[in-house]
Structures are given as C-alpha cells and as structure tokens.
C-alpha cells in the first residue's frame, strides 16, 4: 500500500488551479509590460516630433511620463509576481501557518 | 534545449554520414555554434517568459534613455550660442531662373537649397524637412519645396508650410549680395 505523504506549507505541491492562476497572472504581467513598451515607443516619437518642430515646454513633460513607464515596468517585473506557496505576490517569504 | 540533445543529434548525424562525404568536417567545425542554429527544429532554444520579461525590462530602459538623451541634447544645443561664418555659394550667379542649387550652410554637414526664382531673386533654405528631417527638393513646375517622405510642401518664396504634416516654416539662410557674388551671411528659424 502506496505511503501518504505529508506536506508542509513550504513543500505542498501547487494544485491544477493554482498554475492556472500563476499561468493567468504571467499572462498579465507580459501585456501590460508589453503595453507600457508601446506607450514608450509613442513618448519617444512624440519627443521626435517636438524636438523638430522645436516645442521645448512639452520636452519635460514626455521625459516624466517615459520616466514613469520605466518605473512601472521596473516594479511589474521585480515586485508584482504570481503568489505561489513560498512567497507573496510583492515577493516576501509566506509566514508558515500551523493549520 | 540543453546541450545534451545537441550533442546527441550532432552525433547521430555524424554516424550516419559514416565519413563519406566531407560533410563530416563541415559538421565538426559548426558543433560549437549548434546552440545557435541546430539541425532540428526542436533543439532551437525558446524564449521563457522571465527571459521575454527581462527583454521588455530593458527595452523599456532604452526607450526612456533615448527619449530623455534626445531631449537633453535639443535642449543643450538650442541653448548654444551659434556663429555663422559667411560663405560664398559658388554656381548661384549662373544658376538658371526657376531653379536650385545644394549647398553646405553653416556646418558642412548641413545640407540647405538655394532656389533662384522666376524673377530672379534668391530664396535659401535649409533642406531638413521640419517634419523628421528628410531632406526637401524643389518642385520647379509647382514652384514649391516638396518632402518626399510624408508628403509635406512648403512655399519656395516663404519657406512656409503649405500642406502635410510639418508643424514650421523651413530655417531660412540669410543672403547678402557682394561685389556680384552670393554669400550665406547666417541662418534664422522662424
């Protein structure tokens, strides 16, 4: 007769629901990454555009909101993970609970 | 695909040429580069997700440190003081009426048109479309400045715009008459 394992709260593994979530989650994360390169792309061709037609006022403006992409992106890919068993989705290691 | 797969197929394909043909050669000297390009469709590497990840991280990098180094460039040249050596545009006084001439003013990568117009004046501009910078050829039967890249015009008289997407005027070069001869005296945008 096959041994029943048992798991702890760090070991257990993760149920079809969960990857499915985590898969979702990824999914998320790539479009909006993806996204926010294009809003990028458009910044860049708009500062393009300002600096021919020499429109200065709206350089600093464009450089901010390309700025701020930036940090987005920056925390999309360091901070905002799927949850998994380990770790929470800002990437801090799960409390081990006694259930 | 790791590497053992690789060196698998190499092998595999290695046996079976069995040393007839110099192929084996060909394949002994490309094994190191096989990660790159295999033989199998299947050994090509994929991308995972954390790599396309870290890619758009980086583009989104670039595309902010182009967007500010752009910016910070204009901002510093515009502020630089520029001074214009006069020049002589050599061939202006023969040139025929109602049409133009290319010339270097003020750097000498600066490309700029002289146009001499049916009445005989001269017109000079700079040939950086004010739109992306492509360069602007003159029309002779229209008698305008034309951008062939997004179909932009301007006035041969004026420099204005008369139509597409250009948001100003071309920069104008200023001419002076002297002794007879055409010179580029400096270059003023509107």
Known sequence: MAERREFNDYERPRSRRSRTGSAAVWQARLIMLVMINVAQLWILAATVDAVLARHYSV???????????FLITLSIIRWWRPTSGKHTSTGYVRPPTDE | MSTKNISDSTKRLLIEDDGRSDERDVRFA???YQADFPYERGEEAQVTRREFCNFLGLTSAALFLGSSGFAAKAVIDSRAETTFTPLRINGAETLPLNSALNFKYPGAKDSAILIRTEAGAFRAYSQQCTHLACPVYYEHQQKRLECPCHEGAFDAATGNVLYGPPPRPLDVIELEMRNGELWAVGRKAV
């Open chain 1, 59 to 69: 350089l600093l403006p464009l450089v901010i909101s390309s700025a701020i992409c």
């Open chain 2, 30 to 32: 490309t094994a190191p």
